[in-house]
């Protein structure tokens, strides 16, 4: 187990001496620094992403990923080796600051309302695209915490369905039913939104 | 079912189990259940079957100096929240003062029962006011 998981699109990093996630976490249970910073190289770019999809806040996702390098740092003295994949602890850590801050958030993060187009770009279909980036956005963001997770970890993370399936807590079958109503959700959503849906709703 | 037949069953009706031909879903959900190629071949259609409109966010991965930023910062949070603890170096003496004190007390114990008594008659507050007179204090007012 490197860490090089296909899935979490790892950022290659420089400095790595490519020891394996478990090796580094029992440096890091020894106070060491350089392997805290090797961990944050190979995965800070995986949980930031993951961060950003689900708070749509550039500067929440900093803040998230960098609590996640913390609690590394807290618990690395407790990780088991062998026992799970780094990355996928890493993940729910994630998912679960991000869905505190979701739960707590009372309004629209001033970040995503002054998102605005670039006038510089001024051609049409820049705006048109961007417009219906917007719209995709949006419908994402109007989905319960759950659903959205769901999604983001398939669709965008490309998780495979166990490992995303322990990140939300849930057994693989309810992580498909999820997954599927989520789908659907995502779909009523952009319809309302002027979006064509992209594809048939159903169980799997 | 093998996995070619679930191959072809994917290929033809998508990954939808539901709308797979009636005698095929039950032994089609079983094997997607427990081979995990049969997994990997429904999930990688699923996610073709029904590709997610991009958001634009996809190239938006956190640069280089992002990513070295927050790990430093992160490091910062770590020593911010690293409280030394207190220095208690008493607490290495504590044994030694607490042998010290019993023979301190032992020894006063074992002096009041072995001196004999100076004199039965003389007055309680005599060795006071004695030690007062030498003391230069005038403890004469003690003695009435």
Same mark, same amino acid.
């Given at each position: =187990? ?30 060491? $620094? ?25 500067? $929440? ?9 913390? *609690? /590394? ?19 729910? @850590?994630?998912? *679960? ?18 998102? @605005?187009?670039?006038?510089? %770009? ?9 417009? $219906? ?18 999604? @983001?970890?398939?669709?965008?993370? %490309? ?7 322990? @990140? ?37 | =079912?093998?996995? $070619? &037949? ?36 429904? %999930? ?14 996809? &190239? ?6 992002? /990513? ?7 490091? *910062? ?68």
């Amino acid at each position: =187990m490197t860490g090089q998981q296909p899935w979490g699109r790892l950022s290659a990093a420089h400095g790595d001496d490519g020891a394996d996630d478990d090796a580094l976490m029992a440096r890091v249970a020894q106070g060491d $620094e350089r392997a805290l910073r090797q961990v944050g190289q190979r995965h800070y770019a995986a949980t930031w992403r993951l961060a950003k999809r689900l708070l749509t806040s550039e500067a $929440e996702a900093d803040d998230v990923a960098q609590e996640v390098l913390v *609690r /590394v740092w807290n618990h690395a003295a407790r990780w088991t080796p062998g026992r799970a994949q780094l990355s996928t602890w890493l993940y729910t @850590v994630t998912y *679960r600051l991000c869905l505190d801050r979701l739960r707590g958030r009372r309004h629209a993060p001033l970040e995503a309302a002054m998102d @605005v187009a670039d006038p510089s %770009e001024g051609a049409a279909e820049t705006m048109e695209r961007r417009s $219906e980036q917007r719209r995709v956005r949006d419908a994402l963001a109007s989905l319960p915490e759950k659903q959205r997770a769901a999604l @983001v970890l398939f669709y965008y993370q %490309e998780m495979p369905g166990p490992q995303a399936s322990a @990140v939300l807590g849930l057994n693989l079958r309810a992580y498909w039913s999820l997954l599927y109503r989520a789908r659907g959700a995502l779909e009523r959503a952009l319809t309302r939104g002027g979006k064509e849906p992209f594809g048939r709703k159903g169980e799997p | =079912m093998t996995i $070619e &037949e679930f191959a072809q069953l994917l290929a033809a009706h998508g990954p939808d189990i539901d709308h797979w031909p009636p005698g095929t879903r039950r032994a089609a959900r079983r094997l997607r259940a427990q081979d995990a190629d049969a997994r990997d071949l429904w %999930e990688a259609a699923l996610r073709r079957w029904a590709p997610l409109a991009g958001d634009g966010l996809e &190239e938006d991965a956190p640069g280089a100096v992002r /990513v070295q930023t927050g790990i430093d910062a992160s490091l *910062r949070r770590i020593r911010q929240r690293q409280v030394p603890a207190p220095s208690t170096p008493w607490l290495s003496w504590r044994p030694a003062g607490a042998v010290f004190a019993t023979m301190a007390v032992a020894g006063w114990l074992a002096g009041t029962w072995l001196t004999p008594p100076a004199e039965a008659a003389a007055p309680a507050t005599a060795s006071l006011s004695t030690l007062f007179t030498l003391a230069g204090v005038g403890g004469d007012w003690l003695v009435q």
